[in-house]
Nanobody, 123 residues
Framework: QVQLVESGGGLVQAGGSLRLSCTVS????????MAWFRQAPGKEREFVAA????????NYAGSVKGRFTISRDNAKNTVYLQMNSLKPEDTAVYVC????????????????WGKGTQVTVSS
């Protein structure tokens, strides 16, 4: 069965940086687009970033564009989310997701979800 396991969450001060990792097992990692979502208390899950199977095409939410970078290492079956210039409003549970195809079209393409990792940004 497919498993997505996130790591790298924690507590960081505003303006700091953090890098999240998501390692996938169960099916060929390099054939599928990957994405990150987040969910804050009292709010619905929102899209953060996505990358195609090649890593050459990326998508970002407007709230994180220019601060966050998604990347992948297919040899390690791992996708990363580098988060810079963090703000308190970035505080949320960050969840890794794998799409059903090589390209990213939208959240409707997600087939598998991770459990999430907590990111807390203090002021």
């Amino acid at each position: 069965q497919v498993q997505l396991v996130e790591s790298g969450g924690g507590l960081v001060q505003a303006g700091g940086s953090l890098r999240l990792s998501c390692t996938v097992s169960g099916r060929t990692f390099s054939n599928y687009a990957m994405a990150w979502f987040r969910q804050a208390p009292g709010k619905e899950r929102e899209f953060v970033a996505a990358t195609s199977f090649t890593g050459r095409t990326t998508n970002y939410a407007g709230s994180v564009k220019g601060r966050f970078t998604i990347s992948r290492d297919n040899a390690k079956n791992t996708v990363y989310l580098q988060m810079n210039s963090l703000k308190p409003e970035d505080t949320a549970v960050y969840v890794c997701a794998q799409a059903g195809g090589a390209g990213w079209r939208g959240p409707e393409d997600v087939k598998y979800w991770g459990k999430g990792t907590q990111v807390t940004v203090s002021s």
